[in-house]
Nanobody, 124 residues
Framework: QFQLVESGGGLVQPGGSLRLSCAASGFTLDYNVIAWFRQAPGKEREGVSC????????YYVDSVKGRFTISGDNAKNTVYLQMNSLKPEDTAVYYC?????????????????WGKGTLVTVSS
């Protein structure tokens, strides 16, 4: 069964760090593009980062560039999102997703499979 499971969310103070994980089952991540999205209360879901199927290309939304890093571990069939220098505006439910195609898109309507999300709260 095709499944994505996110973990690693929690409460962190501004300036802190978290590492989110997206574990896949039922398929091999190294043949698929993986994207991270987030959705804050009352806001639309937005693309945060994406990694190409071979891991050589990564993309970030401007608001997280220089603070977030996406990476993959094929042996563990897991993609990570390292989040540093967190800000209160990063508070959201974070989701990983696989698109319909093979391109690194950060458009929620282009996604085929979704995890259930993990909550990140940045607050003092």
């Amino acid at each position: 069964q095709f499944q994505l499971v996110e973990s690693g969310g929690g409460l962190v103070q501004p300036g802190g760090s978290l590492r989110l994980s997206c574990a896949a089952s039922g398929f091999t991540l190294d043949y698929n593009v993986i994207a991270w999205f987030r959705q804050a209360p009352g806001k639309e879901r937005e693309g945060v980062s994406c990694i190409s199927s071979n891991g050589t290309k990564t993309y970030y939304v401007d608001s997280v560039k220089g603070r977030f890093t996406i990476s993959g571990d094929n042996a563990k069939n897991t993609v990570y999102l390292q989040m540093n220098s967190l800000k209160p505006e990063d508070t959201a439910v974070y989701y990983c997703a696989v698109p319909y195609g093979s391109h690194c898109l950060m458009n929620p309507y282009a996604m085929d499979y979704w995890g259930k999300g993990t909550l990140v709260t940045v607050s003092s």
